[in-house]
């Protein structure tokens, strides 16, 4: 499975992004798809999970109300719509996924990693 993110950038602290995470090579029908992040000298961090099948949702305390994921499934797609970001959102944002659902917010519960997408929140 491969994971290709996009959509990253610059945007002002109010402002909003959107991500998007297409997945292509073996396609599971099951499982889960989400995002971490990675600011500068700190630890990877859960951002935000969804279930392939049904669609629950599960978000990390510092984004819950202002960031959204979703997904397509036809496309294999998964979103990110942030809003009102903050400087404090700036990082690289990850896509995951795993071959099994359960709310998941440790890397190593993610079987599948992309590459990585810049976003940069200013002041």
């Given at each position: 499975?491969?994971?290709?993110?996009?959509?990253?950038?610059?945007?002002?602290?109010?402002?909003?992004?959107?991500?998007?995470?297409?997945?292509?090579?073996r396609?599971?029908?099951?499982?889960?798809?989400?995002w971490?992040?990675?600011?500068?000298?700190?630890?990877?961090?859960?951002?935000?999970?969804?279930?392939?099948?049904?669609?629950?949702?599960?978000?990390?305390?510092?984004?819950?109300?202002?960031?959204?994921?979703?997904?397509?499934?036809?496309?294999?797609?998964?979103?990110?719509?942030?809003?009102?970001?903050?400087?404090?959102?700036?990082?690289?944002?990850?896509?995951?996924?795993?071959?099994?659902?359960?709310?998941?917010?440790?890397?190593?519960?993610?079987?599948?990693?992309?590459?990585?997408?810049?976003?940069?929140?200013?002041?």
């Amino acid at each position: 499975v491969q994971l290709q993110a996009s959509g990253g950038g610059l945007a002002q602290a109010g402002g909003s992004l959107r991500l998007s995470c297409a997945a292509s090579g073996r396609t599971f029908s099951s499982g889960a798809m989400g995002w971490f992040r990675q600011a500068p000298g700190k630890e990877r961090e859960f951002v935000a999970v969804i279930r392939r099948s049904g669609g629950t949702t599960y978000y990390a305390d510092s984004v819950r109300g202002r960031f959204t994921i979703s997904r397509d499934n036809a496309k294999n797609t998964v979103y990110l719509q942030m809003n009102s970001l903050k400087p404090e959102d700036t990082a690289v944002y990850y896509c995951v996924a795993s071959e099994v659902w359960r709310i998941a917010t440790i890397p190593d519960d993610y079987d599948y990693w992309g590459q990585g997408t810049q976003v940069t929140v200013s002041s």
